[in-house]
């Protein structure tokens, strides 16, 4: 989705929820862009150390395969290395998200289901204001300042839709497939579901506390912006409080 459509859709929601920090896109390119953030070789770090230089002070981050050396998530679950099989070990004993190997094995092959391969040989997170006009937006994440905020996002992913129960997904998800490989694979969908995300507790340690991510594919967040108007989030709209 154009970077245009996606920017007005973010002032139709601003107009009528909070957020607690900038929204930021997505968004591939085959081209090498001056001054963006590279991850630096051979020395292990997480993506999340560096939101805070994206949303505050306009940094671009560029991801591609020659990053798997530093942050290894990203490389793996954005499509630009294979993902690696350790039999379950870090996330099952390292880490102890899952009780035992085989479970954990289970989420790896699950995951792998949901990756897909790059458009180009760069992937870049950028603060969603500053991105490029003539830039195709994949994925757009959103930061609702409360829990009210929140729920009225819920609300409105399922303002247009049959089914009631399934419209928002909160999964068991490391921060990287959270605000992009999974609201990216519901691009693919036909009827795209907005990921709440930002709940890994390693990443925890690198992001303010009052932070959650709520995510869609651009083409979805455009559309969710358009059902502002006539729905329970209209400006215009009184919502009954007497009973």
């Given at each position: 989705m154009n970077s245009v459509l996606v920017?007005?859709?973010?002032?139709?929601?601003?107009?009528?929820?909070?957020?607690?920090?900038?929204?930021?896109?997505?968004?591939?390119?085959?081209?090498?862009?001056?001054?963006?953030?590279?991850?630096?070789k051979d020395k292990w770090v997480c993506m999340f150390m560096y939101l805070k230089m994206v949303i505050k002070k306009g940094k671009r981050v560029r991801y591609a395969g020659d990053s798997d050396g530093a942050c290894t998530g990203p490389a793996e679950n954005f499509g630009f290395t294979d993902v690696e099989d350790d039999?379950?070990?870090?996330?099952?004993?390292?880490?102890?998200?899952?009780?035992?190997?085989?479970?954990?094995?289970?989420?790896?092959?699950?995951?792998?289901?949901?990756?897909?391969?790059?458009?180009?040989?760069?992937?870049y997170m950028e603060k969603l204001e500053n991105i490029d006009d003539k830039k195709e937006v994949e994925v757009v994440n959103?930061?609702?300042?409360?829990?009210?905020?929140?729920?009225?996002?819920?609300?409105?992913?399922?303002?247009?839709?049959?089914?009631?129960?399934?419209?928002?997904?909160t999964p068991f998800a490391s921060g990287c497939q959270a605000v992009f490989t999974i609201p990216y694979h519901e691009k693919f969908q036909e009827n795209p579901k907005?990921?709440?995300?930002?709940?890994?507790?390693?990443?925890?340690?690198?992001?303010?506390e009052d932070m959650v991510s709520f995510s869609v594919p651009s083409n979805r967040f455009v559309e969710m912006a358009n059902n502002i108007e006539g729905?329970?989030?209209d400006k215009n709209f009184k919502n009954p409080t007497g009973f």
């Open positions: 920017k007005e859709g973010l002032k139709k929601f601003s107009e009528v929820l909070s957020f607690n920090y900038p929204a930021v896109g997505w968004y591939f390119s085959s081209e090498e862009i001056e001054d963006s953030f590279v991850f630096k039999g379950g070990v870090f996330i099952a004993e390292t880490e102890r998200f899952k009780k035992n190997l085989e479970i954990s094995k289970a989420y790896t092959r699950e995951s792998a289901t949901l990756i897909h391969p790059p458009k180009t040989k760069y992937l959103i930061f609702p300042a409360d829990l009210t905020n929140l729920t009225k996002l819920v609300g409105l992913s399922g303002y247009d839709r049959l089914a009631n129960m399934d419209n928002v997904l907005s990921i709440i995300g930002l709940g890994d507790q390693l990443l925890r340690h690198f992001i303010p729905s329970f989030l």
